[in-house]
């Protein structure tokens, strides 16, 4: 088999990050069949390593990983904070709730067939905000009161079940249901008052 890109994004507890890290991994002839190394490309063979996001709003930026932060990699353990300030937000900016779709995109040459890509596309929740107020809902219930109203149980109930849903469609790539999902996790985060969490 040739070789095939691996990545994860892990979004970093403040919001305003996300941590990018190659998994591709070396070429090994039992259990990485698809690595980096002979008889798959070399690190060195690639021309460019580009990291294509395209936002939630369909706004796209195009991260020079190899001149930013040496990429590719074959090293699993090699991580690098990709700040928000990276596709389009301030630096005061948290990462607003949206699935995102993160294209890598590597080009080799070499030396011996004509340059080509390849390429892995994942789809990537950002939820932190929405996170956010979800775990702060419990915090508000008083649980021991057994004649007090429902209403909290019951939205916080219903919020975890969307959240859960959301994120199930989140990766399997469902955009269409993940934000009508999060589009009524927000409703009721708002009238919960979880607005703090936007700050």
């Not at 039992?30 to 390593?49: F, L, Q, R």
């Not at 892995?120 to 929405?130: A, E, K, L, P, V």
């Amino acid at each position: 088999m040739s070789l095939t890109l691996k990545f994860s994004i892990c979004e970093s507890s403040d919001c305003k990050s996300f941590v990018f890290t190659e998994l591709t991994g070396l070429y090994n002839v039992t259990t990485n069949i698809t690595g980096w190394g002979s008889p798959n490309p070399e690190t060195t063979d690639a021309v460019s390593a580009t990291l294509k996001i395209t936002r939630g709003d369909g706004q796209i930026f195009n991260i020079d990983m190899k001149n930013l932060y040496s990429y590719p990699s074959s090293d699993t353990t090699y991580s690098t904070i990709i700040p928000q300030t990276s596709f389009g937000y301030s630096s005061s900016q948290k990462i607003p709730d949206q699935i995102m779709t993160l294209q890598y995109i590597i080009e080799i040459n070499n030396g011996e067939d004509p340059v080509y890509t390849v390429s892995q596309t994942i789809y990537q929740t950002f939820n932190c905000q929405i996170k956010c107020c979800i775990l702060s809902m419990p915090l508000k219930i008083d649980w021991s009161c057994q004649s007090c109203s429902s209403d909290s149980v019951d939205d916080f109930l219903q919020a975890y079940a969307l959240y859960h849903s959301m994120l199930a469609n989140g990766r399997i790539g469902n955009i269409t249901q993940y934000n009508n999902e999060l589009n009524q996790l927000q409703k009721i985060c708002n009238g919960a008052g979880c607005k703090n969490c936007a700050n």
